[in-house]
């Protein structure tokens, strides 16, 4: 039997993930990164290889508010918010989800539900 650590399956469950989620110029890909103390998340075209916009919680709109926030899943809802409405700005109103191997839960699907609330779709 063969052991593997959490980061070690999350890699597993993200290799699945991007054989299936693929981004166009029509339905770009919205990634999702969380580490420890931040959450970052950008959508990418893969078809022309780069990112069109990005959020994170490091971000200066955002740095007032992410040091009175109660939570991270607070934090994640205020960079999901702020993406989305950055997507608005560059004409994105549609996307394709990629999780990034994280399980929908918690800060992820804070971050979606906000995204999702601020006008975007997936």
Do not use: C, W
Request: no cysteine; net charge positive.
């Amino acid at each position: 039997m063969v052991t593997t650590n959490k980061y070690e399956r999350r890699e597993r469950r993200k290799k699945r993930i991007r054989r299936k989620v693929y981004g166009t110029s029509e339905r770009p890909r919205l990634s999702v990164y969380r580490s420890l103390n931040n959450f970052y998340a950008q959508i990418v075209d893969d078809t022309q290889m780069r990112t069109i916009v990005s959020a994170s919680s490091i971000d200066k709109d955002l740095k007032d508010k992410v040091a009175s926030a109660a939570s991270k899943s607070d934090v994640s809802k205020m960079v999901g918010e702020l993406l989305a409405r950055r997507a608005a700005a560059a004409g994105i109103t549609r996307v394709v989800f990629d999780r990034n191997g994280y399980i929908y839960h918690g800060r992820v699907k804070a971050f979606a539900e906000a995204a999702r609330e601020a006008g975007l779709q997936f």
